[in-house]
C-alpha cells in the first residue's frame, strides 16, 4: 500500500463507501446469519486500518 496521504485517504474513502454499499437493507439479524457479508466488512476494516496505520 502507498504511504502517499492522498491514495491513503481514498483507499479509506472508498473502503467506507463499499461498506455503506455492503449494508444496505440489512440488519442486525440478517447480517449475522451472512457469512460472506461479515467477511467483505472484516475486509474492509481491516484496508481501513492499515491505511491509518501508514498515514502520515
Given at each position: 500500500?502507498?504511504?502517499d496521504?492522498?491514495?491513503l485517504l481514498k483507499?479509506?474513502?472508498?473502503s467506507i463507501e463499499n461498506?455503506?454499499?455492503y449494508?444496505?437493507?440489512?440488519d442486525e439479524i440478517s447480517y449475522a446469519d451472512d457469512i460472506e457479508k461479515?467477511?467483505?466488512a472484516?475486509?474492509?476494516?481491516?484496508v481501513?486500518?492499515?491505511a491509518i496505520i501508514q498515514y502520515p
Open positions: 500500500m502507498s504511504k496521504p492522498v491514495i483507499f479509506i474513502l472508498e461498506l455503506e454499499s449494508m444496505v437493507n440489512v461479515q467477511d467483505a472484516e475486509r474492509r476494516l481491516q481501513i486500518g492499515q
